[in-house]
């Protein structure tokens, strides 16, 4: 099966079992840091711009002709209109820079937005302005022009520090990774850089130190905090033989981990480029707010000229008419619409990866309001998903308990499966020798069948039975929680295994909340009718489907959509790949670091119902930011455009360009700090 990714990567086949050594992502926490200097670069080159324009604008305001009359003084003295001049030219060349640059690749991309509105608006108050200089009968626009730049270069330094701050969560994430790994040699212990840790090399992770690189415990023990990678605020223990994630922190105890692959492959560099790329992406409001945003720069064009031409044509001064277009122009750049956006989208997506929500498709991620049906699988996602042996019944002569779980271990060894888990931790505890296997067939949905020691072993659901006609004893009964498999040696049966599942705690109080939200849970599932009843009946859900193979449950969700419900989709991401892409929102859990190729829009790092729950109602608070920060942004244009353009100039009511300019940094200022009041509600 072939999994087409969002972006523009190989499609990544979905083995049975994911081989990370293979998977290749070039973002490598290096990277993410490289781009962070250049944004911080950018801010103190606006706060420099910022400091220099406040300086000459004090001395330009004195020497402004217009402000002298409004303080009745007269401060004019010879060739005080050229010192005027020249301050205000370094104002415009120096302080306008990062605007005119911007006007001029918004031309050149064909594509003009609010750098070339700005660039417009600041380019003819100076030309203007020079000209009276020059002998032009008016009056010039020096302070105006200096007063613009310098809320212009103020607005861009304060936004700036906002996405600054929406993109930190992703520079966490990126800090988490140590730049330094103690490295094991055969005589000593060498400390390394950590990108230079290849698959099979050992490292020392003292106490409190960070897992520099994916891997699997060597020898001791510890507890680690891997809160910052999956949310779980519970340390977790680990000993050998368990698999440890870079960036989490380790507890009281030193280890050694064998690293699994290269830095550039790990859970972390993932999970960075994942945040990274869902970023960049652009969902549907996004793209709905671009073209607001294009709309507002061919209205402020317009709207300037036709300002422009309505007050000159109908008597008024060339400066009053200039300041009226220029005045139009900068209220109406889109800025804040162009940033309402992307910042919630920078601050949502590293806050949902810091609390083990990964997002993979933006869309999916906002349509999570719009979901009526959440279907979930039981296997490890309301279920703990860790099967034990609860009753071994022999129905054959001269079979055990113990011979019964040697055979069956024997067919299960090669499975992932949770009830071969289960079957073979039972062989360990009873410390069972287990015997090899020939000609291994897996039979889809049904079970295993295989030769041991000469013999034809099946180990089946009992829906085998049924279909070939295969009768249970009278006295068989199994508990309703339980979930039962059968030994058949050379097509007789010969002993059952049940095996029990516990629902997980946090379960029912998910299906509530998603209850209070009008939300219906329903249980899709490959076990039998009666352990499905037991658990939706135990968690109050309102439906199940019971004894559904992987590619039926394709078409339960088609179902469900037939009927007009918005469905997601919860399962372990392998065998429920073909469900979770068909799902109008599908979300993979317990994937850990299988991330990279799986067919969810969304993956959930810890298989907690809860975070499912916490995965919707962060959506529905996502799209409510965007939405208030889009009417913000458009409906301060529409009150604040006819007062720039003179509409209430009769009645004494006229907007300054600079207060123009103010109106659009307060405007700008409010969405990014509406932004970054985003939350998830654990």
């Not at 990126?174 to 950590?194: F, N, Q």
């Not at 011979?403 to 931790?425: C, D, F, N, V």
């Not at 090899?436 to 079970?447: D, L, R, V, Y």
Request: net charge neutral.
């Amino acid at each position: 099966m072939t999994v087409k990714t969002k972006h523009a990567e190989p499609a990544v086949a979905v083995p049975e079992k994911m081989d990370h050594s293979k998977m290749q992502h070039g973002n490598s926490p290096k990277m993410g840091m490289e781009g962070h200097n250049h944004h911080a670069m950018m801010i103190a080159d606006f706060k420099k711009r910022f400091y220099v324009v406040l300086f000459l604008t004090i001395p330009i305001m004195l020497l402004s002709p217009m402000i002298q009359q409004f303080m009745q003084v007269n401060w004019q003295f010879t060739g005080s209109n050229y010192i005027l001049f020249a301050l205000s030219s370094v104002v415009f060349f120096y302080g306008g820079l990062p605007f005119l640059k911007g006007w001029v690749q918004e031309v050149k991309a064909k594509n003009p937005g609010m750098m070339f509105l700005i660039g417009f608006a600041i380019t003819v108050s100076y030309a203007y302005s020079v000209a009276v200089v020059f002998g032009l009968q008016g009056m010039d626009f020096f302070w105006e022009l200096s007063t613009l730049i310098l809320i212009m270069l103020l607005g861009h330094w304060i936004e700036m520090k906002s996405i600054a701050g929406a993109s930190r969560e992703l520079e966490l994430l990126v800090k988490l990774m140590p730049a330094e790994a103690h490295m094991v040699m055969p005589d000593m212990v060498h400390d390394v850089k950590t990108d230079t840790l290849n698959a099979n090399d050992i490292i020392l992770v003292k106490p409190g130190e960070k897992v520099a690189a994916d891997g699997i415990i060597l020898e001791g023990e510890s507890y680690l905090n891997e809160s910052m990678l999956t949310g779980e605020s519970k340390p977790v223990q680990k000993t050998k033989g368990d698999k440890v994630i870079a960036g989490s922190i380790n507890g009281n105890g030193s280890i050694k981990v064998t690293v699994s692959h290269a830095a550039k492959d790990s859970y972390l560099s993932q999970v960075i480029k994942l945040v990274d790329d869902a970023q960049k992406s652009k969902s549907k409001t996004q793209l709905l707010a671009d073209t607001a945003a294009k709309w507002l720069t061919v209205i402020a064009i317009v709207s300037g000229i036709g300002t422009f031409l309505y007050w000159y044509l109908t008597g008024q001064t060339l400066a009053f008419a200039m300041e009226r277009m220029v005045t139009v122009i900068v209220i109406c750049c889109p800025h804040a619409l162009g940033l309402a956006v992307p910042l919630v989208v920078a601050k949502s997506t590293a806050l949902s990866a810091q609390n083990g929500l990964l997002i993979k498709n933006r869309t999916a991620f906002e349509n999570a309001r719009k979901i009526t049906t959440m279907v979930f699988d039981k296997t490890g996602t309301l279920t703990v998903g860790k099967f034990e042996v609860s009753n071994i019944v022999p129905l054959s002569k001269g079979l055990d308990e113990n011979e019964i779980i040697r055979l069956s271990a024997a067919l299960e060894q090669a499975s992932e499966h949770p009830i071969a888990t289960g079957i073979l931790q039972k062989a360990k505890d009873l410390k069972i020798t287990i015997p090899s296997t020939e000609n291994f067939q897996a039979i889809t949905g049904k079970g295993v069948e295989a030769t041991v020691e000469g013999k034809r072993i099946l180990v089946v659901s009992p829906g085998y039975l049924s279909e070939n006609k295969i009768a249970l004893p009278k006295d068989f009964a199994a508990n309703d929680t339980e979930t039962v498999v059968f030994l058949l040696i050379d097509k007789e049966l010969a002993g059952f295994i049940a095996l029990s599942d516990e629902i997980r705690p946090e379960s029912a109080e998910a299906i509530k909340t998603l209850k209070e939200n009008g939300i219906k849970s329903i249980l899709l599932t490959g076990d039998n009718a009666k352990v499905a009843k037991s658990v939706s009946g135990t968690l109050g859900m309102d439906s199940f489907i019971a004894e559904v193979l992987p590619h039926q449950k394709l078409e339960k969700i088609k179902e469900l959509q037939r009927k007009g419900e918005f469905v997601a989709m919860t399962g372990d991401g392998v065998n429920d790949a073909p469900a979770l892409a068909i799902a109008d929102v599908g979300i993979a859990v317990g994937s850990g670091s299988d991330i990279a190729a799986e067919t969810a829009g969304i993956v959930l790092v810890n298989s907690n119902p809860k975070d499912i729950v916490s995965l919707i109602l962060f959506g529905k608070a996502t799209y409510r930011k965007m939405i208030q920060n889009l009417i913000w942004a458009t409906g301060y244009n529409i009150i604040a455009l006819p007062l720039a353009a003179g509409v209430f100039y009769k009645q004494g009511i006229l907007l300054s360009p600079a207060a123009g300019a103010v109106l659009m940094t307060v405007s700008t200022v409010v969405v990014a700090i509406n932004a970054s009041m985003l939350k998830v509600k654990k």
